[in-house]
């Protein structure tokens, strides 16, 4: 059976609240759960150069027990949504395929960034460490530390969430990047939204200003948006993906806006936003959507709750870190980044796609040591 292990409650009580009271919409299960053994393959885009054009591919996992001798340190922003519980869960079940040893540490949240730079400079200090996955809190607010562990001889897998560091992170051998396109997820989704008939009132939960991720993707919503002149963006609050913070930020932003006909939402504000239009007494009035979907908006789609979501396959991308991390250390990479193609899954397509490539199994909690 898993060992699994429980994260701190404090950490996650809020989220906690938020997916409890959303549980329990739709009685459709969900696909059936994949977990991956043995060598395995997945749709992705590869780019040979830092900021070169990218090209489809089929890319390939290692075999089993590649990974065994190599220690990695894994850095999380937080744990408190279960985005990033799934991507605990996947690291930890690749870990175990490829026989490769981790630690894991989380932040907090986005507001911590003193934190992550603290554990990221604990790892390279402590010289037990071959690579970093680094899932950046701040996009450049992490980069003198980057550099300082690559001047330590240690690999960085710059993971999930992007960096914009320069040339001397980028082009050193020992810097990788497998993380999402977030630009292409948010903008598949609002072309998927530009297309759905009638004028459009749009609340956009999009995260923190200055976060890689979340500036891309409110840059790919906003063009796709511009495309469709009547699809008019009526408020974008911004702020760490907290869920009291963003419940605050779409009932706030309801009250304001009555005339708001549709929510777009990232991760827990996803979560936030089917309790606020709930409470409003708006269901079924509110189309809602979501990009790097947490569970419960994931759940909602058969029933209609939530119309569509663009999954940036966090589970399956993480997975690629680990892989990824076992070949940048042992010299093995001849490309700079991947990124796994993302999804847009409706009720036409739910019943067809793992659960597991889109967010944890039922009860995950996260593993934060792994040694084989």
């Not at 999380?76 to 690749?94: I, N």
Request: overall charge negative.
């Amino acid at each position: 059976m898993r060992n699994k292990q429980i994260g701190t409650v404090a950490a996650m009580a809020a989220a906690s609240l938020i997916i409890s009271a959303c549980s329990g919409g739709s009685a459709t299960p969900a696909a059936e759960q994949t977990v991956r053994t043995g060598p395995w393959e997945y749709g992705a885009t590869v780019t040979a150069e830092w900021g070169g054009d990218g090209t489809p591919s089929q890319w390939k996992s290692v075999d089993d027990g590649a990974g065994k001798g190599t220690n990695m340190c894994v850095l999380f922003p937080h744990l408190k949504d279960p985005t990033w519980v799934a991507q605990a869960e996947s690291l930890y079940d690749e870990a175990k395929r490829t026989g490769i040893s981790y630690d894991l540490f989380e932040a907090g949240g986005y507001g911590n960034l003193s934190t992550q730079l603290s554990q990221m400079d604990d790892c390279i200090n402590s010289g037990k460490y071959d690579v970093i996955g680094l899932n950046a809190i701040s996009g450049d607010g992490v980069c003198s530390t980057v550099e300082k562990a690559l001047d330590a001889g240690i690999a960085v897998i710059d993971s999930i969430n992007g960096t914009s560091c320069d040339a001397t992170v980028t082009g050193n051998p020992k810097f990788h990047q497998v993380a999402a396109k977030y630009y292409q997820v948010a903008k598949a989704l609002g072309d998927h939204i530009a297309k759905q008939p009638g004028e459009k009132k749009i609340l956009v939960l999009a995260g923190p200003e200055g976060v890689t991720w979340s500036d891309d993707s409110m840059k790919g919503l906003k063009d796709a948006f511009a495309a469709a002149p009547e699809n008019v963006i009526v408020a974008t609050p911004r702020g760490d993906t907290d869920a009291t913070k963003q419940l605050a930020f779409a009932s706030d932003a309801l009250t304001a806006n009555p005339d708001i006909t549709d929510i777009v939402s990232v991760a827990v504000a996803s979560s936030a936003a089917m309790v606020a239009v709930r409470d409003a007494g708006r269901e079924g009035e509110i189309k809602q959507y979501s990009w790097s979907p947490p569970e419960d908006a994931y759940l909602a789609i058969p029933d209609g709750t939530v119309a569509a979501v663009s999954s940036d396959v966090v589970p399956i991308q993480q997975r690629m870190v680990v892989n990824e991390a076992i070949r940048l250390v042992k010299g093995e990479l001849d490309y700079k980044t991947v990124a796994a193609e993302g999804l847009i899954i409706t009720a036409d397509n739910f019943d067809k796609i793992p659960r597991t490539d889109v967010t944890s199994s039922p009860g995950a909690s996260p593993v934060f040591h792994y040694a084989p």
